[in-house]
């Protein structure tokens, strides 16, 4: 059964970078045809699509995020990456790691709270 | 890309049916049957109940159903339980690899 789970430090500087490790157990993240992704959840908010990385390689990015952040595979560990720079309290959030596939985000990992703060 | 638009709040008592709508635009909910469904208990990993609009995942109940006019989608749940009780969010693929997600919509089962 395929699992997610994310990883990174739960507390970054303003103006620093966050940077956060998806771990995929039970499957591979090169096989084809699946997108991963990570998407976040501000406290109060709803959810907000961050980015998504082919298994090709090929990244993709919310618009309004998409000159801070950075997406990355890393076929031989079986981990996907996510880097935000320029930090603010605003990407205070619970992020997700998920994977899509027929035209659904269907399995997501646990979650883990970050918080921007000096 | 401007997320799709929910009601911040429904509610229903047990046994009745609720339905939540997820309206979008011509550029992601009109235009593709792309639309997902997702349960989310405080705390713990959004769970998917319906994809592509109208399908259910395996082990999801049957009470779960999901719809598609226009630019708007819709989450039915039938026969209302205590368990129903969460945040629900609805997601479109919004074309060349992007995707947005609905405000969120809180189900108080009274």
């Known amino acids: 059964q395929l699992q997610l789970q994310e990883s990174g430090p739960g507390l970054v500087k303003p103006s620093e970078t966050l940077s956060l490790t998806c771990t995929v157990s039970?499957?591979?993240?090169?096989?084809?045809?699946?997108?991963w992704g990570w998407i976040r959840q501000p406290p109060g908010k709803g959810l907000e699509w961050i980015g998504s990385i082919y298994y090709s390689g090929s990244t993709y990015y919310n618009p309004s995020l998409k000159s801070r952040v950075t997406m990355s595979l890393d076929t031989s560990k079986n981990q996907f990456s996510l880097k935000l720079t320029s930090v603010t309290a605003a990407d205070t959030a619970v992020y997700y790691c998920a994977r899509y596939i027929s035209g659904s985000w269907d399995v997501w990992g646990q979650g883990i709270t970050v918080t921007v703060s000096s | 890309q401007s997320a799709l638009t929910q009601p911040a709040s429904v509610s229903g008592s047990p046994g009745q049916s609720i339905t939540i709508s997820c309206t979008g635009t011509s550029s992601d909910v009109g235009t593709y049957n792309l639309v997902s469904w997702y349960q989310h208990h405080p705390g713990k990993a959004p769970q998917l109940m319906i994809y592509e609009g109208t399908k259910r995942p395996s082990g999801v109940s049957n009470r779960f159903s999901g719809s598609k006019s226009g630019n708007t989608a819709s989450l039915t749940i039938s026969g209302l339980q205590a368990e129903d009780e969460a945040d629900y969010y609805c997601c479109s693929y919004a074309g060349s690899s992007t995707w947005v997600f609905g405000g969120g919509t809180k189900l108080t089962v009274l």
């Open positions: 039970g499957g591979s993240i090169s096989s084809s045809s699946y997108y």
